[in-house]
């Protein structure tokens, strides 16, 4: 499969990590660290994480460590990562991205 990761997720990644290094250096890079495994995760499994309780036409892989979650769909062999999405905030709002 063939990830691909929607640009503002990055800016979401960005934004999320250097407020985690303010609070305590390096636990940016942590978060980093997750999201990365869990980019791998899914392009090596995107069939094994739960759907979307919103829309089951999404899938979504919940960090262990940090309250994030990146909801992903499937199109054909490619895999596409929508956000990095605090689980706590403005759910589902990365919807909108998806009528590219």
């Given at each position: 499969m063939k990830l691909w990761v929607h640009p503002l997720a990055l800016d979401e990644l960005d934004e999320a990590a250097a407020w985690y290094d303010?609070?305590?250096?390096?636990?940016?890079?942590?978060?980093v660290d997750e999201v990365n495994d869990g980019l791998r995760w899914i392009e090596e499994r995107p069939l094994a994480w739960p759907t979307h309780s919103i829309d089951p036409r999404y899938r979504v892989f919940h960090l262990w460590r940090f309250p994030y979650q990146l909801p992903f769909s499937i199109d054909g062999d490619s895999v596409n990562v929508w956000a990095i999405a605090h689980s706590k905030r403005r759910v589902g709002y990365w919807r909108s991205r998806t009528q590219i």
């Open positions: 303010a609070r305590e250096p390096g636990l940016g890079n942590d978060l």
